[in-house]
């Protein structure tokens, strides 16, 4: 009964993480993109989801009169590719991007390769934003909760880009530091 009681308390615990990282508009937005994976538009290409993520996520990247061209260019491209056997082999939106290069159609349904570009930048902005305040909960303990905000942007920056500031010597910043001019007022 206690490994039970255990286990519930461990589900419990996992399913408020992903409820605190996962809110209605990031599992919305999940879903939306989906109809933008090839192996979903093979079975049934879902154009009201694609229109809706524009409209919804991407309002300032699009036009009122490239939204209508968008639809267009969404069921013609739907009716075009669908045929295709090399277009059924892909697997995900990045090899659907490479795809729509390599055969020239990015040219022809530029507005729809605009919409799967954004939707490729989405991981790596959402990636660092959350690491960015992963590293803020990590430096702005409790003790420096008082920290000045230009000290808290410096200190972010150095834990973020460990790796560049691992390659600075500390002979160069003290170096740097007694090269600087006096600060203190003379009295």
Do not use: G
């Not at 090839?38 to 009169?65: G, Q, W």
């Amino acid at each position: 009964m206690l490994q039970v009681d255990i286990f519930n308390a461990a589900i419990d615990s996992q399913l408020q993480e992903l409820n605190s990282r996962f809110n209605e508009n990031v599992v919305k937005l999940i879903v939306l993109c989906s109809a933008l994976d090839p192996r979903e538009i093979c079975k049934s290409f879902r154009i009201d989801d694609v229109y809706e993520l524009i409209d919804k996520f991407y309002p300032k990247d699009f036009e009122d009169h490239e939204k209508a061209r968008l639809k267009i260019q969404l069921q013609h491209f739907y009716n075009d590719v669908i045929r295709l056997l090399e277009f059924k082999a892909l697997l995900t939106i990045s090899a659907m991007a490479q795809w729509l290069v390599n055969t020239r159609r990015s040219i022809a349904y530029h507005l729809v390769y605009r919409v799967v570009s954004l939707v490729l930048t989405l991981p790596v902005s959402t990636a660092t934003a959350e690491r960015a305040f992963s590293a803020m909960k990590i430096v702005k303990t409790r003790l420096r909760n008082r920290m000045e905000d230009d000290f808290l942007t410096d200190s972010l920056i150095m834990y973020i880009e460990k790796e560049i500031v691992e390659k600075i010597s500390i002979d160069s910043i003290i170096d740097d530091f007694r090269d600087m001019q006096t600060r203190r007022v003379a009295f």
